[in-house]
């Protein structure tokens, strides 16, 4: 099973939101890890060009998706 994360809040100031979704990100990170997901569960997170991931992930795959940023990003490439 493949678990797709929409990256687009790592494009955006860092508000309680993207700080909520930073911390999903890490606990899903850790899961992957700790809990055995990893043996039947892979995380991707597409983001658009540009985007830059703050923190290291060791099983959450980072991968650039499309051309554009922001809602056009979100509607059309995503």
Known sequence: MILYINGN???????????????????IDRM??????????????????????????QFVQIKKVGHWRGNLWEQFEL
């Open 32 to 57: 992957l890890l700790e809990e055995g997901f990893g043996g039947f569960c892979e995380a991707v997170l597409l983001v658009p060009q540009g985007a830059v991931c703050p923190m290291p992930l």
């Open 9 to 27: 809040f790592l494009t955006e100031p860092l508000t309680g939101v993207q700080q909520y979704a930073m911390a999903m990100l890490r606990q």
